[in-house]
């Protein structure tokens, strides 16, 4: 069983940072490829950034330059760094990996989400 815990959202003003962290648990062999999504109120969620295993990462138009996705593979933790951000960037962000557990089974999970909030 895996388990993914997300942490790092949070109340910032425009022009601020945030960091987001999706820490997974459980009966992992490797995680192979990671996403972080978001959910804007009122409309789909959608993807921000992504990174495919042994890949650098690939980003959302509105984002690019701004958020960096990173893993630490030793944690079995991905992250989401979140520069210069404006209230449109206000969401629910959720991460999601795909992962290999010790049992060789490939499957996806989901984070719970975080909310995200930039004030203008």
């Known amino acids: 069983q895996v388990q993914l815990v997300e942490s790092g959202g949070g109340l910032v003003q425009a022009g601020g940072s945030l960091r987001l962290s999706c820490a997974a648990s459980?009966?992992?062999?490797?995680?192979?490829?990671m996403g972080w999504y978001r959910q804007c109120p009122g409309k789909q969620r959608e993807l921000v950034a992504q990174?495919?295993?042994?890949?650098?990462?690939n980003y959302a138009d509105a984002v690019k330059g701004r958020f960096t996705i990173s893993r630490d593979n030793a944690k079995n933790t991905v992250y989401l760094q979140m520069n210069s951000l404006n209230p449109e960037d206000t969401a629910v962000y959720s991460c999601?990996?795909?992962?290999?557990?010790?049992?060789?089974?490939?499957?996806?999970?989901w984070g719970q989400g975080t909310q995200v909030t930039v004030s203008s």
């Open positions: 459980g009966t992992i062999r490797s995680i192979d490829n």
């Open positions: 999601y990996l795909f992962v290999t557990t010790i049992t060789n089974l490939r499957r996806g999970y």
């Open positions: 990174m495919i295993s042994g890949g650098s990462g």
